[in-house]
């Protein structure tokens, strides 16, 4: 077992991956001799070379595109997006080339790439290095969507997305990149998608949350714990496909329910799965799903931690469904 962070997981599974497949190839705004702005693709450029570990110019559009080109014809990149905020030139790209040449080729073309991109706050990065744009993802038909929250799942998890035949975006929660450690094995391994994680079981009430929000979600859950309540805590890990089955057996069990996400309240992930539960769920819910989400506005500069949920903001809402 090694102790690693969120960021040497990436790495260690973008290494894993190349020397097992020559098609793997890295790119993106300073990948290569800079190792990336967080340091994930540090050490590669030295060990694969330029041909495999591709400085680009300052274009999302072309980083994408290029990538799209490069899957058609056999590679698998893994294009590096500085700050999930800077996707939105090669949007396009992604969601109407990548996410749909399967469908518009009948099966003859696939793209398995995948788009890495550090997202939310926590960085003080304002509203241009702050975003969680997932939801523009979760909707485009032909996207897979994974947001890991601890090493072990980056690691796995990346190199699953590295294998798919299919774009892969996968969202690293920047503000945990160095502030969570964790032993992960030695030996390779992997992680299938559309498997939740139950990080804490209860039977009082569930917290449904992925990406940066489960450190505060197990926080609170903690904290509820002191009361005389047990919350159990589910970290979807992935959102396409995102494990309904763990879900709503957890929401049937405690009869009430949280979704906690970071991204803005307003058309959320959040909204989907407090959806899917008020659908599925009915007649067995003592209160109506909450949602604890970031706002409908810009992210701020200072103080950004505010704009996430908070322990304080999930345990008043921990309260409201108690109180019904």
Same mark, same amino acid.
């Given at each position: 077992m090694a102790t690693m962070t969120i960021v040497q997981a990436v790495k260690r599974a973008l290494d894993e991956e190349m020397a097992r497949d020559e098609r793997v190839v890295v790119l993106g705004e300073d990948v290569g001799k800079r190792g990336g702005v967080f340091l994930a693709t540090e050490g590669l450029y030295q060990k694969y070379g330029p041909d495999r570990v591709?400085?680009? *110019?300052?274009?999302?559009?072309?980083?994408?595109?290029?990538?799209? &080109?490069?899957?058609?014809? &056999?590679?698998?990149?893994?294009?590096?997006? %500085?700050?999930?905020?800077?996707?939105? #030139?090669?949007?396009?790209?992604?969601? +109407? @080339?990548?996410?749909?040449?399967?469908?518009?080729?009948?099966? @003859?073309?696939?793209?398995?790439?995948v788009v890495r991109m550090p997202s939310g706050g926590g960085v003080k990065g304002?509203?241009?290095?702050? @975003?969680? #744009?997932?939801?523009?993802?979760?909707?485009?038909? &032909?996207?897979k969507v994974v947001v890991p929250s601890t090493p072990y799942d980056a690691l796995g998890l990346l190199k699953t997305a590295i294998r798919d035949d299919d774009p892969v975006v996968f969202m690293e929660p920047k503000r945990l990149y160095r502030s969570i450690k964790e032993e992960v094995p030695?030996?390779?391994?992997?992680?299938?998608? &559309?498997?939740?994680? /139950?990080?804490?079981?209860? +039977?009082?009430?569930?917290?449904?949350?992925?990406?940066?929000?489960?450190?505060?979600?197990?926080?609170?859950?903690?904290?509820?714990?002191k009361v005389g309540v047990q919350a159990e805590v589910i970290d979807l890990r992935t959102l396409v496909p995102w494990d309904k089955e763990t879900v709503l057996n957890s929401v049937a069990k405690t009869g009430r329910a949280l979704v906690i996400a970071e991204a803005p309240r307003m058309a959320s992930? $959040?909204?989907?799965?407090? $959806?899917?539960?008020?659908?599925?769920?009915?007649? %067995?819910?003592?209160? *109506?799903?909450?949602?604890?989400?970031?706002?409908?506005? *810009?992210? *701020?500069? /200072?103080?950004?931690?505010?704009?996430?949920?908070?322990?304080t903001r999930i345990l008043n809402a921990a309260k409201k469904a108690l109180e019904y």
């Amino acid at each position: 077992m090694a102790t690693m962070t969120i960021v040497q997981a990436v790495k260690r599974a973008l290494d894993e991956e190349m020397a097992r497949d020559e098609r793997v190839v890295v790119l993106g705004e300073d990948v290569g001799k800079r190792g990336g702005v967080f340091l994930a693709t540090e050490g590669l450029y030295q060990k694969y070379g330029p041909d495999r570990v591709i400085d680009t *110019p300052l274009s999302e559009a072309a980083i994408i595109g290029a990538a799209v &080109g490069m899957a058609v014809h &056999g590679l698998r990149p893994v294009a590096e997006i %500085q700050f999930a905020d800077y996707v939105f #030139p090669g949007f396009d790209q992604l969601v +109407s @080339q990548a996410a749909k040449i399967r469908y518009r080729s009948g099966g @003859q073309f696939q793209a398995p790439m995948v788009v890495r991109m550090p997202s939310g706050g926590g960085v003080k990065g304002g509203h241009h290095h702050s @975003q969680s #744009p997932e939801t523009h993802f979760a909707h485009t038909a &032909g996207l897979k969507v994974v947001v890991p929250s601890t090493p072990y799942d980056a690691l796995g998890l990346l190199k699953t997305a590295i294998r798919d035949d299919d774009p892969v975006v996968f969202m690293e929660p920047k503000r945990l990149y160095r502030s969570i450690k964790e032993e992960v094995p030695d030996e390779e391994y992997t992680l299938p998608f &559309g498997e939740a994680a /139950i990080r804490r079981a209860g +039977s009082d009430l569930t917290m449904i949350t992925y990406g940066g929000p489960t450190v505060e979600s197990l926080k609170a859950a903690e904290e509820l714990e002191k009361v005389g309540v047990q919350a159990e805590v589910i970290d979807l890990r992935t959102l396409v496909p995102w494990d309904k089955e763990t879900v709503l057996n957890s929401v049937a069990k405690t009869g009430r329910a949280l979704v906690i996400a970071e991204a803005p309240r307003m058309a959320s992930f $959040a909204s989907e799965v407090a $959806a899917t539960i008020a659908e599925e769920l009915l007649d %067995q819910l003592l209160a *109506p799903p909450i949602r604890v989400t970031g706002f409908d506005t *810009p992210y *701020p500069y /200072i103080p950004d931690r505010l704009y996430m949920p908070t322990v304080t903001r999930i345990l008043n809402a921990a309260k409201k469904a108690l109180e019904y």
